[in-house]
């Protein structure tokens, strides 16, 4: 008798211990890669350039003055034969970022792929551009060294707000060109 | 101890049995017998003290009798308590830490890490990922072991293919046989009740916090109870150069058990689980800026059976366990950057016959093995499941003058089945099978009284991990992308070791040197390359032919009173057959560590050191890494009082602070090790 209760409480424990299904709350998915990126002022001026760790150091810094947006610059990737390719284009995939100092800089996104520059005091910070999938990054830049310039007032920005509808079609026109 | 390990006894009746075994026990033993001063050798000849003596025929050989004294138990073990199993016993010979901070630190055994080193929990299967990737924990609290050891030699392949490495033994005593087989011979009542409660506390200053475990025993009408809960929460780990943010550890374990004897027969379950919460620093290139969070949970059930005969010390012992084991790493505290499920049963049958023929110690066993396994977020790998088959059989016999030879085999496959993925090429999704062999052949010979000269000769061998055939991608928490390839194939290798024991009136000392030469060793090599996508070092696992050597040593005063020393010191090098036999991977630098104390009837003190050279021998892209030297003191107390057993072990290490760099760690770029620690285990027995 007594092994009988026995045996029915080890059925029991192991029912309570493993009863559960254990299985992974989340899928795996496709991800993006990119061997470099490019950023593209609104007149496809290169800002900034890396490829495969390597930044194009001929081209100036990323600047931007204090309580100033910049120009529009546009996010462009490079595959493994440094060929331009586009950003992925479905809704799992966005840009993202982190900056060094965020007393100094602030980045204000425009557009899927695109983003202003926002000085917030002068000095030097860096910043880093994310392809976010889901919660994590699939491609990662280097840190980029941004100089934020001395501060200027609203009206004496060279980039203004209003702007942004001739930077959109920028962008656009942008988007057509290369792909 | 001795009555189990030579079936020696003791009875009024004057007619003595000796047989050959005998022969060679009373051999063995009268001649190093007046010299041995392990427990092992005065129970024996205690036993021999007495006039009448039956000894029915040896289950075990001298050596191994002399190996189950260097187990981790009682004193021994609180005297080493720390935060992890690898921390606990690092300065057993051979043994190094791989780690990526101190919640995931693993043993390493003889240079070799990984699936070289199995882990077991009470027989069967630590089931958890900690062999797999340096950020993975072992799913053990260690505070809960009541004995740790590492089993060397033949015996290893009862558990594992790879003898060139070892196994790390941690015993929970989850299913309570201990206290069913006290009652049976304590007591003709049945309805005799006993209970045996424990509870340990630690805590230390290196990562403030607590580890605590509170446990009971009892037997009621007949039937075993054990009832456990452990608990740890310690803080950041305090190093000489600031506070490593992130390396925080949440533990928390639940054990019940149950046993029960039925004439010949003893039935047991037992149930654990083990939660942890830990996280891996961050700040590295191609880190996590903030590290990673890691929460890991493993629950086990364990069903086992034994059958004991009437006549003989044989056992027929069946264990299954089936284990559920997830691990999710948080890149942030909302979303899961990597998960991990397995899913893995175990079924262990092992028939130990003390005698037969001119063999004894005979222990004939079968596993198998079922393990599935699915991954999400951030993970490259395609879920898998995978099967395992072995036979083993392990049997000792008698040589000529006093010679003790061991003969172990171990026969058997894996096979994987990847399931394709999204993450994975489908060319890489192949099913995969491995035909498995290894054997140890043991001579172990007494040369003169007290001196034990012994000989190992093996070969090893392991499959692949699924990680190691299939993987494609970056593993964030280690900071690499680790490529695999589904073409691998099994490591093996041929290997010696070479020990000699000398058991005298004042020291015992022990030198072993060992030599492995693999066949396609498996590693994962860093290869110089970037992913430039995420900007982290590619590692590819690649099979080179290799030869892995390494010696160790130690010696120890042998009173029990008074003054004590005791010193040890672990070498091995490793080079991959090339042009230039350049060195291979992740080898741990020259360590040596001693200790001195004053040992009282209740009170030991003492002071210790341990340093280890600079590692200058590197693979390619490897960093390093300096040498270091620390000093350490150790007070404690054992005293019973009215049914109870009471310790206080007071540690102090790295008292001067030094900056204390460890090989295998990945951490060591960025922080050292723990600095300045001073730690307390108060333990009581009821």
Redesign the interface.
């Given at each position: 008798m007594k092994i009988k209760h026995l045996s029915l409480a080890a059925l029991c424990a192991f029912y309570i211990a493993c009863g559960d299904s254990n299985s992974t709350s989340t899928d795996q998915h496709e991800h993006f890669e990119a061997e470099g990126w490019n950023l593209y002022w609104p007149d496809w001026k290169l800002a900034y350039s890396v490829y495969q760790g390597k930044e194009d150091k001929s081209l100036e810094k990323l600047r931007v003055n204090a309580n100033c947006l910049s120009e529009h610059l546009t996010v462009k990737f490079l595959d493994d034969e440094k060929k331009e390719v586009s950003a992925p284009k479905d809704d799992e995939h966005s840009l993202g970022w982190s900056v060094g100092d965020e007393s100094i800089l602030d980045i204000e996104a425009c557009g899927s792929w695109g983003f202003h520059l926002k000085g917030v005091k002068e000095g030097e910070t860096t910043l880093t551009l994310k392809v976010k999938h889901h919660d994590h990054a699939d491609a990662r830049t280097p840190q980029i060294r941004v100089i934020v310039d001395k501060a200027l007032k609203a009206e004496d920005c060279p980039f203004q707000d209003d702007d942004e509808e001739n930077e959109h079609h920028h962008d656009h026109e942008h988007e057509h060109d290369h792909e | 101890m001795m009555m189990k390990k030579m079936n020696i006894t003791t009875i009024t009746n004057t007619s003595t049995i000796m047989n050959n075994t005998l022969i060679r026990a009373v051999m063995g033993s009268l001649l190093c017998g007046g010299f041995l001063h392990f427990s092992f050798a005065q129970e024996f000849i205690q036993d021999l003290g007495n006039s009448t003596v039956v000894a029915e025929q040896s289950s075990e050989t001298v050596l191994n009798g002399l190996r189950e004294d260097e187990i981790l138990k009682d004193e021994k073990i609180d005297r080493k308590i720390s935060t992890t199993i690898a921390e606990t016993i690092r300065n057993e010979p051979d043994i190094a830490i791989r780690s990526m901070g101190p919640a995931a630190a693993r043993p390493v055994i003889k240079g070799l890490s990984g699936s070289h080193v199995t882990l077991t929990e009470d027989g069967s299967f630590c089931g958890d990922m900690s062999a797999t990737s340096p950020d993975h924990a072992v799913a053990s609290e260690v505070l809960t072991a009541h004995k740790l050891s590492i089993t060397r030699g033949p015996q290893i392949l009862a558990q594992s293919f790879a003898t060139a490495g070892g196994v790390i033994q941690v015993s929970h005593q989850d299913i309570p046989f201990e206290i069913t087989t006290v009652r049976a011979s304590s007591s003709h009542n049945p309805n005799n009740t006993q209970i045996h409660g424990y509870i340990a506390d630690y805590a230390e200053t290196g990562q403030l916090g607590f580890a605590t475990v509170l446990g009971a025993n009892g037997n009621i009408h007949?039937?075993s109870l054990k009832g456990e809960l452990s608990a740890r929460n310690m803080g950041d780990m305090k190093t000489p150069n600031g506070t490593l943010k992130n390396t925080d550890i949440k533990n928390k374990s639940i054990a019940?058990g149950?046993a029960?004897s039925?004439e010949r027969f003893k039935?047991g379950?037992s149930?654990r689980t083990f939660n942890s919460d830990y996280g891996i620093p961050g700040g590295f290139i191609g880190g996590h800026?903030n590290g990673v969070d890691i929460e890991l949970s493993k629950?086990d059930?364990t069903?086992q059976g034994l059958y004991i005969p009437a006549a003989r010390p044989d056992t027929l012992n069946v264990i299954f366990r089936?284990n559920?084991?997830?691990h999710k790493e948080f890149?942030?505290k909302?979303?899961?950057?990597a998960?991990?499920?397995?899913?893995q049963a175990n079924l262990r049958v092992e028939n130990f016959i003390a005698n037969s023929g001119p063999f004894f110690g005979i222990r004939l066993g079968t596993e198998l093995d079922s393990r599935s396994i699915?991954?999400?977020?951030?993970?490259?790998t395609p879920p898998t499941h995978s099967y395992a088959a072995s036979l083993f059989s392990i049997a000792s016999l008698n040589g000529w003058d006093g010679l003790e030879i061991t003969l172990s085999a171990r026969l058997g496959g894996a096979f994987f089945r990847p399931r394709e993925?999204?993450?994975a090429d489908k060319d890489a999704i192949e099913d995969r099978n491995f035909a498995l062999w290894a054997f140890a052949v043991e001579f172990s010979q007494i040369v003169a009284p007290g001196k034990f000269l012994t000989l190992d000769v093996f070969r090893t061998t392991r499959a692949p991990t699924i990680e190691e055939l299939y993987n494609q991608?970056p593993h964030?928490a280690a900071y690499t992308y680790e490529r695999g390839y589904h073409k691998l194939d099994a490591e093996s290798g041929y290997g010696a070791e070479l020990e000699f024991r000398d058991y005298g009136e004042h020291f015992n000392w022990r030198a072993s040197t060992h030599i492995t030469w693999f066949l396609n060793h498996l590693a994962p090599r860093a290869t110089g390359d970037?992913n430039?996508?995420?900007?982290l070092p590619i590692y590819q696992v690649s099979g080179d032919d290799a030869l892995l050597m390494g010696t160790s040593t130690s010696i120890e005063t042998s009173a029990e009173q008074g003054f004590y020393a005791q010193a040890g010191a672990s070498y091995v090098c490793g080079f991959y057959q090339n042009e230039n036999w350049s060195d291979m991977p992740q080898i741990p630098p020259f360590h040596f560590h001693a200790e001195m104390a004053y040992i009282w009837q209740h009170v030991r003190a003492g002071i210790n050191t341990e340093f280890a050279l600079a590692q200058n021998r590197l693979d390619r892209y490897e960093q390093r890494t300096p040498g270091y030297i620390t000093f350490g003191a150790l007070l404690e107390f054992h005293w019973a009082l009215t049914l109870a057993n009471y310790s206080i072990v007071l540690r102090g290490d790295n008292l001067f602070n030094a900056d204390v760099r460890n090989h295998l760690s990945r951490l060591k770029s960025v922080m050292p090790e723990k600095g300045r620690n001073v730690s307390i285990l108060v333990k009581a027995e009821i």
């Open positions: - | 007949g039937l019940v149950a029960y039925f039935f379950a149930f800026p629950r059930f069903l089936y559920q084991y997830h890149e942030t909302k979303y899961v950057g998960e991990f499920a397995v899913n699915e991954m999400g977020g951030y993970v490259f993925s999204v993450v991608g964030l970037t430039w996508s995420q900007l």
